[in-house]
């Protein structure tokens, strides 16, 4: 094997190596597993395939616990317990960079979500060096190593691996101790540390609400649904149920299945005759075939429910003047972004404002804003954001 070593030029003591152990059988993961139980962390990254899917198809684990990159082939390992028991163990950090595809991988693979997880993209945007920067950008940042980037796009699904596809996999993993630690500290004498902790939660909690399996709120993102009364809303709930279970049972994109527009269309009319969905917009004769009945059986159930079990109505748009409390919102967002030295992006986000706003009916007439936030803020303003930026925040868009 002809590893290329790179040299670490931070204070850590680490060297950052290329070089890989590829772990096949499943007495060496569970070696493994067991060497690794008493580690303080695993720095983890995984390749998969998505092109035409649902779910990822995992090709590669990689982890690095400090002592070495180990490349894990999952077509070739069948007993995944010693390792899942790691995953959750809440004494060992789970460090990746941006984590929410790989947490996508392991809950499809693995049905579970790692936890604790840091993020050293998050980290790096709390500490203010830069908003959704990439796993090469911190490298070059913290260690001034310009790391390849030809295997992006490599199939690694494909066996054997090429030797130049795990050298590439290794360096994912290789440089993660380093920056988790040199974050980890910046953080910690920030008083940051957890700000992180929180934010790495909620993309966990988000993951643990997929596993229940409860898809009876994915119609509420869908764009148009604001026009639907609650009739129509009520079957576009069980439209966007009935999709959902589809798109996984058959592992196909959601929009393969069925696209949002045609599921709008679909609630609006409110069909119950199968020549009814005709008159939908590129519904093939294929689909009406095979899945024209079942659709008109669920529109006719959900249309005979009762008026109280029905969904409440969405939010319409903002109009000007809720248009006006908005700007206001992230003009103060930004000014209090640029006295914290963080990132807005990382303060705040348009579509939490737009929701604070569509909540807040109240505002115009409430005098007690403690009164009324946990009802209009939205999840992610409720953790270390809400010191920050109640009651200012809510002045500001009064």
Not at 26 to 48: I, K, R, V
Request: with cysteine; glycine share 4%; hydrophobic share 40%.
């Amino acid at each position: 094997m002809n590893d290329v070593t790179y040299t670490n030029e931070t204070d850590t003591g680490q060297d950052i190596s290329d070089s890989y152990v590829l772990v096949v059988a499943d007495d060496e993961l569970h070696a493994l597993c067991h060497q690794w139980q008493h580690s303080a962390f695993l720095a983890m990254d995984t390749e998969f395939i998505r092109t035409s899917t649902f779910f990822p198809h995992v090709g590669l684990i990689q982890v690095n616990a400090g002592d070495g990159n180990y490349l894990i082939d999952p077509l070739t390992i069948s007993d995944w317990a010693p390792f899942c028991a790691l995953l959750v163990n809440p004494a060992i950090v789970k460090i990746f960079h941006s984590c929410s595809e790989d947490l996508q991988v392991f809950m499809a693979a693995m049905q579970l979500v790692p936890s604790p997880v840091f993020d050293t993209q998050i980290a790096a945007a709390i500490l203010n060096e830069g908003f959704g920067n990439s796993y090469q950008a911190l490298v070059m940042h913290y260690l001034n190593l310009d790391l390849p980037k030809e295997e992006t796009r490599s199939d690694w699904l494909q066996r054997p691996l090429r030797d130049k596809q795990c050298h590439y996999a290794a360096l994912d993993v290789a440089c993660l101790p380093a920056i988790y630690q040199i974050q980890r500290d910046a953080l910690e004498e920030q008083g940051r540390m957890e700000w992180l902790q929180e934010e790495c939660a909620l993309q966990i909690f988000q993951y643990h609400n997929e596993l229940s399996e409860d898809f009876s709120r994915y119609y509420l993102n869908m764009r148009g649904a604001w026009q639907l009364d609650r009739e129509q809303l009520n079957v576009l709930q069980k439209l966007a149920q009935w999709r959902e279970l589809r798109a996984r049972k058959r592992d196909k994109p959601r929009n393969w299945i069925i696209k949002d527009k045609q599921l709008i269309d679909i609630a609006k009319l409110c069909p119950v005759q199968l020549i009814q969905l005709q008159e939908i917009d590129d519904l093939g004769n294929s689909f009406l075939r095979h899945e024209g009945e079942e659709l008109i059986s669920l529109v006719s159930r959900a249309i005979e429910m009762p008026e109280d079990a029905l969904p409440e109505l969405l939010p319409k748009p903002l109009d000007g003047k809720a248009k006006s409390q908005l700007k206001r919102g992230q003009q103060f967002a930004e000014k209090k972004a640029d006295e914290l030295a963080l990132p807005v992006e990382m303060l705040i986000r348009k579509r939490w404002l737009i929701s604070l706003l569509q909540n807040a009916r109240a505002l115009e007439s409430a005098t007690d804003i403690s009164a009324i936030e946990d009802a209009i803020l939205p999840e992610e303003l409720k953790g270390w954001r809400r010191e920050l930026l109640l009651p200012g925040l809510v002045e500001a868009m009064r």
